[in-house]
């Protein structure tokens, strides 16, 4: 499965961004889908992360209720839906995919494919 993310930029905090990963290759509606993060000088963070039917969600704690994961297997395309956006937000953001079926995982480790990074940083 080939992965590449999309939609990071500049914005203000408060505002928001909708990142897009596009998966080429493999079975996309078999995979469990997630999205990372990582900030300077920090290690990669889960952020959020979706069933291969989009039955489930799972989000880390600092992002629920402002970020929202979504997927169209029709278009094998997830998208992260990020509002109410904080400078603390401020990282390269990467998609992932897990071939492993069953519940989403929130460790990089079990994920077997990746994205580039698409930057995103909000400024205060």
């Known amino acids: 499965v080939q992965l590449q993310a999309s939609g990071g930029g500049l914005v203000q905090a408060g505002g928001s961004l909708r990142l897009s990963c596009a998966a080429s290759?493999?079975?996309?509606?078999?995979?469990?889908m997630g999205w990372f993060r990582q900030a300077p000088g920090n290690q990669r963070e889960f952020v959020a992360a979706?069933?291969?039917?989009?039955?489930?969600?799972s989000y880390v704690d600092s992002v629920k209720g402002r970020f929202t994961i979504s997927r169209d297997n029709t278009k094998n395309t997830v998208l992260l839906q990020m509002n109410s956006l904080k400078p603390e937000d401020t990282a390269n953001y990467y998609c992932?995919?897990?071939?492993?079926?069953?519940?989403?995982?929130?460790?990089?480790?079990?994920?077997?494919?990746w994205g580039q990074g698409t930057l995103v940083t909000v400024s205060s």
């Open positions: 992932a995919a897990d071939r492993s079926i069953g519940r989403v995982k929130t460790a990089a480790n079990d994920y077997d494919y």
């Open positions: 290759g493999g079975t996309f509606r078999d995979v469990v």
């Open positions: 979706i069933t291969s039917n989009g039955g489930s969600t």
